[in-house]
């Protein structure tokens, strides 16, 4: 007998999914005159939503084959973040500085000509690809805001991370504040410009383990709508919401490794990534069909930037933007660096 599943959305004002109950049933849902949605090969019918404290209680029923996640092989629960990319002008230097401040560790090391590295945290949570290709711009990260754009590391001590950094020749932006919810937070620029935030948190949203990077932060038009994009299609769930005006959001992958940060504040510029090259800057996952997932989000309002193609070492990768024009790649890896 094909099974169904009965399952329980919760979801904030801003509509974007905050919890699943699900609960397993034989009989088959009745339609009633509602219409049913198609997503990923699955049936969605809506039964009901009812206001409930400035929150949306919808019930549905999922009707898609038992032991079925998708009909494509696309499995949006399998992407995992693995690193976000920056083209710099000394990736040698940058690889030497990330290293012996922030203790992180080469995980693949490149010669000659681009000398591409990727670098992890000690946990081995996300990476850094830094490298130098000729044929296309560099980020030039010193001429955007750090509001705009800005790559967050979770710390334990936060003054000596300061005090460490600003001898080792980060420029100091913003001096370490503290928000309305306890945590504390620094703004620096590498020695190449790039914006680099330290938290250290009352209440981590990732797991701690020393320093590691926690979010990568984007300044854009609509928080909420690219959340919305960002859980629906790629597998991401909301860690925390914040309200007007400027609706930060934190969206984590499932298994929790690294953060996005949407926000729109007006007080700052909103960079337009469209015109800003996919191999100057990045942020790439993981997945186990690069194929399947560039069929997948080219039909839910991705753009192709370069087509699937596979590298020396045998990983395949192909290059998309979000609708927002930022530039996300997928790669599958001959021989993964990250578990």
């Known amino acids: 007998m094909k099974k169904f599943m009965r399952l329980i959305l919760i979801a904030g004002s801003t509509g974007v999914l905050q ?24 049936s969605f019918i809506q039964e009901e939503s009812t206001p409930m404290n400035s929150q949306y209680v919808t019930a549905i029923r999922f009707l898609a084959p038992e032991g079925s996640n998708s009909s494509s092989g696309y499995s949006r629960e399998s992407i995992r973040p693995e690193h976000v990319a920056f083209n710099v002008p000394d990736p040698v230097a940058a690889v030497k500085w990330y290293t012996g401040n922030l203790g992180m560790k080469v995980m693949r090391k490149g010669g000659p000509p681009t000398f591409t590295s990727f670098v992890a945290d000690s946990g081995e949570h996300m990476m850094m690809e830094l490298f130098h290709n000729a044929d ?19 710390v334990n001590d936060i003054e000596a991370i300061k005090t460490k950094l600003v001898a080792a020749g980060a420029t100091l932006v913003e001096d370490i504040t503290k928000t309305p919810s306890g945590d504390q937070v620094l703004m620096l620029r590498d ?11 009352v209440k981590p949203m990732l797991k701690a383990t020393g320093v590691r990077p926690e ?36 969206v984590a992958d499932s298994s929790e490794q690294m953060m996005l940060e949407l926000y729109q504040n007006s007080s700052y510029p909103v960079v337009d990534f ?42 395949q990768v192909v290059m998309l933007r979000d609708p927002n024009g930022f530039p996300i790649q997928f790669v599958n890896r001959a021989a993964p660096m990250l578990k």
């Not at 919890?19 to 699955?42: E, L, M, T, Y």
């Not at 020695?191 to 948190?201: E, K």
């Not at 984007?218 to 309200?243: C, I, P, Q, Y």
């Open 215 to 250: 979010h990568l932060a984007l300044n854009v038009s609509d928080s909420r709508t690219a959340a919305r994009w960002f859980v629906a299609h790629m597998g991401m769930k909301v860690v925390r919401e914040g309200g007007a005006p400027t609706y930060g959001m934190f």
């Open 191 to 201: 020695p190449w410009g790039l914006p680099i935030q330290f938290a250290q948190r």
């Open 19 to 42: 919890w699943v109950c699900a609960a397993q049933v034989s009989d088959p849902p009745s339609h009633r005159g509602i219409a049913v949605s198609q997503s990923n090969g699955a």
């Open 136 to 154: 296309y711009p560099l980020l030039e990260p010193a001429k955007m805001s750090h509001m705009s754009i800005h790559l967050a590391f979770m």
């Open 274 to 315: 469209r015109k800003i090259s996919h191999m100057s800057i990045h942020f790439a996952s993981m997945v186990p069909d690069v194929g399947a997932a560039k069929e997948r989000l080219l039909k839910e309002g991705a753009t192709l930037a370069e087509d699937v193609t596979k590298t020396p070492a045998g990983d």
